[in-house]
């Protein structure tokens, strides 16, 4: 009788650790299933507009600084030519 009841007892933790293994492996395979999925295809896409968005930013602020420059560049020769007949200074030889 006594056999008979540490036997039911060990078959319990048994079928008890069987749970406990089944329950982290389920949670390991959604885990690795999570993972390898990545981001679904909303999100993907909403990050190609803001990678387009943002690069045509750049160009935009590429585009201003190079007319910027070049604007202060014109700028800056009619100051100085307007300097020179001003003094009556001569031009660079």
């Known amino acids: ?6 036997m039911a007892a060990t078959m319990d933790r048994v079928a008890e ?7 982290v492996l389920e949670s390991l395979a959604a885990q690795r299933e999570a993972e390898e999925d990545g981001p679904d295809a909303e999100t993907r896409m909403r990050l190609r507009s803001i990678d387009v968005q943002l690069l045509r930013l ?7 600084r190079q007319e910027s ?4 560049r014109h700028d800056l020769t009619r100051l100085i030519r307007v300097i020179e007949q ?3 200074a001569e031009g660079p030889r």
């Open 86 to 88: 001003a003094t009556g």
């Open 69 to 72: 420059v070049s604007e202060l």
């Open 17 to 23: 650790g069987q749970e406990r293994l089944t329950a």
């Open 58 to 64: 750049m160009e935009d602020i590429n585009a201003g």
């Open 1 to 6: 009788m006594e056999g008979e009841a540490r």
